[in-house]
């Protein structure tokens, strides 16, 4: 298969004899795309990645490159495409089902995924306690397995070190019942610093005011970084 770049993605490039292009996104190769009409300047997209100048993190580094995670109908797809292969006919999609009946469903009351077997594949994680009001989950540990963080009605702040999909962790305690984390409204988990931890705590308070914890521990918060100040 020919195939031919160009520095800019917005010039773009004919085709090859067979219809299939590739443009390179400055230093992203990326999107692919085939059936070109340079005419309308139509064109299908087969397969994608993002990037510089196309979906790269804040700092705009060039070396950083995303690429979305395909399954089967894409390769397929791709794979018909490098051969110059019409695609064939495919079966209507059918979309994964979660096991339990709908019933059980309606007791769900909060959701949070994290990576509690170990095969680097995020787990959804359901919480029906009564008493717990923001779940969240992270590598607060270092142990390199993920823990599970709960807050619960009356501010206490806890993990439980070592989750899996067997059992909960050991519990440790991050704050006992106070006023002020009641006052918290959304709790989530991020890699935003340069332990590359999954351990920074983002807690969005009722005023509208948001915070960063960085690199929190299963038994303290970490550094307090304003991220949004409460309007005035
Ligand atoms: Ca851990
Ligand atoms: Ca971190």
């Known amino acids: 298969m020919a195939l031919r770049e160009t520095d800019d993605a917005a010039a773009g490039v004919p085709p090859d004899a067979h219809g299939v292009q590739r443009i390179l996104c400055r230093r992203v190769r ?13 064109r299908k997209v087969i397969g994608n990645t993002g990037g510089y100048n196309g979906g790269g993190n804040d700092a705009n580094v060039h070396w950083i490159t995303y690429a979305p995670v395909y399954g089967k109908d894409a390769q397929d797809l791709f794979d018909d495409a490098k051969a ?84 909960l962790g050991t519990e440790a305690r991050i704050l006992n019942a106070n006023d002020l984390w ?13 332990n590359g931890r999954t ?3 983002v807690i969005r308070w009722s005023d509208g005011e948001t915070t960063m914890y960085t690199d929190t521990k299963t038994n303290r918060l970490g550094t307090e970084r304003m991220l949004v100040a409460p309007p005035t």
């Open 30 to 42: 990326g999107p692919w795309i085939t059936d070109y009409n340079k005419e309308t300047g139509t």
């Open 84 to 167: 110059h292969r019409q695609p064939g006919e495919k079966p209507p999609y059918v979309s994964a089902v979660l096991p339990g009946a709908a019933d059980t469903w309606k007791h769900a009351k909060l959701m949070a995924s994290g990576n509690f077997v170990g095969t680097g594949h995020s787990d959804l994680l359901v919480v029906c306690w009564t008493h717990a009001t923001l779940l969240t989950s992270g590598e607060f540990s270092g142990n390199s397995k993920w823990d599970l963080m709960v807050r619960w009605s009356d501010g206490e702040l806890d993990t439980y070190v070592g989750t899996t999909t067997k059992a």
């Open 182 to 194: 009641t006052h918290d409204t959304v709790m989530t988990t991020g890699n935003y610093t340069a």
């Open 199 to 201: 351990d920074d705590l």
